[in-house]
């Protein structure tokens, strides 16, 4: 694989043209799709990631990521569109980079750039001029120009006129067949506006709809507005649920009768609590950041409390049915349907299902669990395989705890089949019963 760097056009031009060298780092559940969406469109793109297993895997053709299929990683691989590599030194050949690295939380809920910065630092050795870096993990505002672009001038060049800086938040939601990175709009927001141009440009040639902003802190702000919208509205319907559970009413009927307003309402629903990689962290960078304004971020921090407490409160509602059948918890054997974040995918992070497990083993539960999609779970202290999802599996469980409503499973048979459920997702509507608890 060749890189373009050495084409006498400007970058700009050669971006328009689709006649450049992309390079992906990080080749998680954003970088593999994008990088993939840069073969699709006939772009040579460099794959690079310090996990060696992830590279092997995908050097014969095999995906790893449940949206991105085998077929399409083999057909980049056999055409020489993508390459997959753990040495930081194929930079020097690539023109872009889009850096797709995880961005957790410390456990004080400070943010940890530290897989960001230990990225740029490899990339800074093999930085060449007239480049794009795109930076696409989540952050709080300000993070491209006040820690990348003091690391690249620190090498010497100039953002926006040797080096173009950008931030452009993923949107990548897991399982969702209708928007994928092709189609989801996507917002850029440059360190200068040459910059956003530049990385306009980029993405123009291979994704349907491009929003340009004005800054990159613009950009940086739009997705962390997007996930604590999600955050503070989850919290708020969670509430509801617990209000509505206090005075005996169905807070399901509620919401869907609620929907039926055409105007000024979004459904939102209750459930176990929050999972993945976004909801449950993103809006602590921005109550972060604002500390740093003295500006107390309330709607966040108390998101953040209630839709903390879901899982307790399903652990609750386990402890409730058993108690109808004179059962205690401790000795209890309790089956979990679902373990991942979401429904039909295999992604565990921040899932509310682990900690429902946790709080359960800590009470002496006896636990397995079912998940098409998670063959075993090895996470805060609780080492399992799933189980197989059949009458039998139901029948022995003194209590089923529905967590992630994945269509895999047949609720008509754990109506039938399950001594007592615990439903957090309204998956067994029309089915409850007297052994039905919703939360």
């Given at each position: 694989?060749?890189?373009k760097s050495?084409v006498s056009?400007?970058?700009?031009?050669?971006l328009k043209?689709?006649?450049f060298?992309?390079?992906?780092?990080?080749?998680?559940?954003v970088?593999l799709?994008?990088a993939?969406?840069?073969?699709?469109?006939?772009i040579?793109?460099i794959?690079?990631?310090?996990?060696?297993?992830?590279?092997?895997v995908?050097?014969?053709?095999?995906s790893?990521?449940?949206d991105v299929?085998s077929e399409?990683?083999?057909?980049a691989?056999d055409?020489?569109?993508?390459?997959?590599?753990?040495?930081?030194?194929?930079?020097a050949?690539?023109?872009?980079v889009?850096i797709?690295?995880p961005t957790?939380?410390?456990?004080?809920k400070?943010p940890?750039l530290?897989y960001?910065?230990?990225a740029?630092e490899h990339?800074?050795e093999?930085l060449h001029?007239?480049?794009?870096l795109?930076?696409?993990?989540?952050?709080?505002?300000g993070?491209?120009?006040?820690v990348?672009a003091p690391m690249v001038e620190?090498k010497?060049f100039k953002v926006g006129?040797d080096?173009?800086l950008a931030f452009?938040?993923e949107r990548?939601?897991?399982?969702n067949a209708?928007?994928t990175?092709?189609n989801?709009?996507?917002?850029v927001?440059?360190?200068?506006p040459?910059?956003t141009?530049v990385a306009t440009a980029?993405?123009t040639?291979?994704?349907e709809?491009?929003?340009p902003v004005s800054?990159?802190?613009?950009?940086?702000?739009v997705?962390?507005?997007?996930n604590?919208?999600?955050s503070?509205?989850?919290?708020?319907?969670?509430?509801?649920?617990l209000?509505?559970n206090?005075m005996?009413i169905?807070?399901?009927?509620v919401?869907?009768?609620?929907?039926t307003?055409?105007f000024?309402?979004m459904?939102?629903?209750?459930?176990?609590?929050?999972?993945g990689?976004c909801?449950p962290?993103?809006?602590f960078y921005?109550?972060?950041?604002?500390?740093?304004?003295?500006f107390?971020s309330r709607?966040?921090?108390l998101?953040?409390v209630?839709?903390?407490?879901?899982?307790?409160y399903?652990?609750?509602?386990?402890?409730?049915?058993?108690?109808?059948?004179?059962k205690?918890?401790?000795?209890?054997?309790?089956l979990?349907?679902?373990?991942?974040?979401?429904?039909?995918?295999?992604d565990?992070?921040?899932?509310?299902?682990?900690d429902?497990l946790q709080?359960?083993?800590?009470r002496?539960?006896l636990?397995?669990?079912?998940?098409?999609y998670?063959?075993?779970?090895?996470e805060?202290?609780i080492?399992l395989k799933?189980s197989?999802f059949?009458?039998?599996?139901?029948?022995?469980?003194d209590?089923?705890?529905v967590v992630?409503?994945?269509a895999?499973?047949?609720y008509?048979?754990?109506?039938r089949?399950?001594?007592?459920?615990?439903?957090?997702?309204?998956?067994?509507?029309g089915?409850?019963?007297?052994?039905v608890?919703?939360?």
């Amino acid at each position: 694989m060749a890189g373009k760097s050495s084409v006498s056009k400007d970058l700009l031009s050669r971006l328009k043209e689709k006649n450049f060298t992309a390079a992906v780092v990080g080749l998680g559940y954003v970088g593999l799709p994008l990088a993939m969406e840069y073969a699709d469109a006939g772009i040579e793109v460099i794959g690079i990631d310090v996990d060696g297993s992830k590279v092997r895997v995908l050097k014969t053709g095999k995906s790893y990521i449940g949206d991105v299929p085998s077929e399409s990683v083999k057909n980049a691989v056999d055409t020489g569109l993508f390459t997959a590599t753990t040495d930081f030194s194929a930079v020097a050949m690539a023109d872009t980079v889009n850096i797709c690295v995880p961005t957790p939380l410390r456990k004080t809920k400070d943010p940890d750039l530290s897989y960001i910065v230990s990225a740029m630092e490899h990339i800074l050795e093999y930085l060449h001029k007239d480049m794009l870096l795109v930076l696409e993990s989540t952050t709080y505002p300000g993070t491209t120009a006040e820690v990348l672009a003091p690391m690249v001038e620190g090498k010497g060049f100039k953002v926006g006129t040797d080096i173009f800086l950008a931030f452009s938040p993923e949107r990548v939601d897991p399982g969702n067949a209708q928007f994928t990175t092709k189609n989801i709009p996507k917002v850029v927001g440059g360190v200068t506006p040459k910059c956003t141009k530049v990385a306009t440009a980029l993405y123009t040639g291979v994704l349907e709809n491009v929003h340009p902003v004005s800054s990159a802190a613009v950009a940086e702000m739009v997705k962390l507005l997007e996930n604590t919208f999600r955050s503070v509205n989850i919290a708020l319907v969670n509430e509801i649920a617990l209000m509505a559970n206090r005075m005996g009413i169905d807070v399901w009927e509620v919401i869907e009768a609620a929907k039926t307003k055409p105007f000024g309402f979004m459904p939102f629903y209750p459930g176990p609590g929050i999972g993945g990689h976004c909801i449950p962290l993103d809006p602590f960078y921005l109550s972060w950041k604002a500390k740093q304004y003295g500006f107390e971020s309330r709607f966040i921090e108390l998101a953040g409390v209630v839709n903390g407490q879901m899982p307790h409160y399903t652990v609750d509602r386990v402890i409730e049915a058993l108690n109808r059948f004179r059962k205690a918890v401790n000795g209890a054997k309790v089956l979990v349907l679902g373990v991942a974040y979401k429904k039909n995918i295999s992604d565990v992070r921040e899932s509310p299902a682990l900690d429902i497990l946790q709080l359960l083993s800590k009470r002496g539960a006896l636990l397995s669990y079912c998940d098409p999609y998670v063959p075993e779970v090895r996470e805060a202290g609780i080492v399992l395989k799933a189980s197989p999802f059949n009458a039998g599996t139901l029948r022995k469980a003194d209590c089923v705890v529905v967590v992630t409503d994945h269509a895999a499973f047949d609720y008509k048979l754990v109506a039938r089949e399950a001594k007592v459920v615990v439903d957090t997702r309204n998956a067994l509507k029309g089915m409850n019963g007297n052994k039905v608890i919703k939360i």
